[in-house]
């Protein structure tokens, strides 16, 4: 047994997987801790898909309701979503098993905005919360938690539920004690503004405080974080962190910000973290992240003393990185803030720290509302994650793209989002490799040239000719104007043709 659990009480209740997996009823409601790939519970989710497993050969239902914090890992999402061990999930998912399930049907996904996701857990929005399955990397004498690679929603699910199991994994770094910092927002009618004033305020505790009589199992395990490693930035991607470069630096011509006075929030994926390799070479310093997740590139600017600290949830590292973090942590958790996903992602503190939005997009329409989610409208990709809450309340809102995805047969821009997870009134600034618009100030039909102009040439004849279309003839309401029998041809050109253009 591991040095790990220092508390008498709880030692107790060490068991192994299999036998803590019979805590998970069928039926349950089960909150996992982890997000996007850190921090999720190793042992228990291949031990529920083996308990589904048994009771589908046997002829007997087995499915349980997960609550996350974001997305997880094969290893986690990946293998209940095979044994179909998983009725229905929330919030963001990226399991490439799971998002087949959710897209044919055989499984239910509630994509609500990662800010809101504990509190309505905990407000019993849901239904009441079975068991929570949290991983840590260390229990302390009283019987506290501190959490690991990230905190997700590990306090409202330990509020929430009526059972707990504990995962203590000895992979992840001691030395991550003293990066978190656990802060909740009191229940209504209590509220109280949230104390922090600048992304590097620390505002609570370095650990969790939970009802301990609630843990029915611990189970031990020493096993990595599975995150996927990055793309290495090719040409269009440098394109538009140049482009998005150009616009900061045109912020600072205008005097809406300073070389030192850049708060960035920064979407996961392979473009955002493009942009922050483009932000190694530029002139801004003193750079600060409120943002959900911290990425390589963070990593890098932190270490070339471009970014002096970074608030988050969690991290999103590539292998290489998620090493490099678990044998420095020490010296990190000078800079870098791990919170609650209700404070890291909170709307009150982003409006107040005054970040920049920005995230990445399927598509975008030639007015600027944006579709994050669900491609041709109806197939999830992800999920909404926390662009909601960063883009509807940050300082400027943007979006980066490559102008075109699948080989060019889909355009980033269109004619008419399919689906919008962000309206024109919430988009500021929209970036590709051809550059960007600045959306802001203006009408929705002096949007459209600029917004053309970030589509690939071959796309910018056909949206031009929709918008003659939606002008001219029949069409006569010129506020947003459309022509609905044809605003998605690209779309079904797609689902036709398998090509956008015709
Ligand atoms: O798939 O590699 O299989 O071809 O989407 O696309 O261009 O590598 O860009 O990694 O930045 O992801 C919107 C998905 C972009 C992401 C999205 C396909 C494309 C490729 C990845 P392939 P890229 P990125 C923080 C904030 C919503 C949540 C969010 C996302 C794959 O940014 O999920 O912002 N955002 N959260 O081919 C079909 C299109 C497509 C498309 C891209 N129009 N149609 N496929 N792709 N556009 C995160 C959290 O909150 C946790």
Redesign the pocket.
Known sequence: MSDRIASEKLRSKLMSADEAAQFVNHGDKVGFSGF?GAGYPKALPTAIANRAKEAHGAGNDYAIDLFTG??TAPDCDGVLAEADAIRWRMP?ASDPIMRNKINSGSMGYSDIH?SHSGQQVEEGFFGQLNVAVIEVTRITEDGHLIPSSSVGNNVEWLNAAEKVILEVNSWQSENLEGMHDIWSVPALPNRIAVPINKAGDRIGKTYIEFDTDKVVAIVETNTPDRNAPF?PVDDISKKIAGNFLDFLEGEVAAGRLSYDGYVMQS??????NAVMAGLLESKFENIQAYT??IQDGMVDLIDAGKMTVASATSFSLSPEYAEKMNNDAKRYRESIILRPQQISNHPEVIRRVGLIAT?????ADIYGNVN??N?SGSRV???????GDFTRNGYISSFI??SE??GGA?S?IVPFASHIDHTEHDVMVVISEYGYADLRGLAPRERVAKMIGLAHPDYRPLLEEYYARATSGDNKYMQTPHDLATAFDFHINLAKNGSMKA
Do not use: F, R
């Open positions: 996007t974001a997305s963001y990662l793309k979407g996961v994926g392979n473009v955002p959900e997740v995230n990445g997009l399927i598509e994050s989610t491609v990709m992800n999920g909404i994650g926390g662009s793209t490559p995805a699948k889909i980033a």
